[in-house]
């Protein structure tokens, strides 16, 4: 969801939307969303965040399976079923290419930011 939200803001950027990041409202939904999640990181803090020593032991013990980028790619549109594959490239049709989706540009950008961020670093993770 990080990367995702980081997504929304550089798509906001990118796109005539930026003004919405000038907006009291976006920053106070931001600070009530960190609010929200504060209990969640101070119990990872307290335990030093098990999932990365779940991930290290996974890695030491032999059991990972790294991938390179267009791997993971084709992973991915098997897990989610190869036939939403056209639902998605119709939707970054849509945001990217037609006239009534100009005004929801950023929300294509917030993805393909995402999935280049996640491919990038899908063989690190």
């Known amino acids: 969801m990080l990367i995702f939200g980081?997504?929304?803001?550089?798509?906001?950027?990118?796109?005539?939307?930026?003004?919405?990041?000038?907006?009291?409202?976006?920053w106070m939904a931001g600070v009530i969303a960190f609010l929200i999640f504060l209990p969640n990181l101070h119990w990872n803090i307290q335990?030093?965040?098990p999932f990365l020593e779940l991930l290290a032991n996974i890695r030491r013990?032999?059991?990972?399976?790294?991938v390179g980028p267009l791997a993971f790619v084709g992973q991915e549109i098997l897990a989610?079923?190869?036939?939403?594959?056209?639902?998605?490239?119709?939707?970054?049709?849509?945001?990217?290419?037609?006239t009534p989706?100009?005004?929801?540009r950023a929300l294509g950008?917030?993805?393909?930011?995402?999935a280049i961020v996640i491919v990038t670093l899908s063989?690190?993770?």
Do not use: N
Request: charged share 15%.
């Open 47 to 49: 335990h030093r965040f």
């Open 6 to 26: 980081a997504g929304i803001v550089a798509g906001l950027l990118v796109t005539p939307q930026r003004r919405v990041l000038a907006s009291r409202w976006l």
């Open 109 to 114: 950008w917030a993805c393909a930011f995402t």
């Open 101 to 104: 989706g100009k005004p929801f």
């Open 80 to 98: 989610m079923h190869p036939l939403t594959l056209p639902l998605w490239l119709a939707g970054l049709w849509f945001y990217f290419f037609s």
């Open 61 to 66: 013990s032999g059991r990972d399976a790294p």
């Open 123 to 125: 063989p690190r993770i």
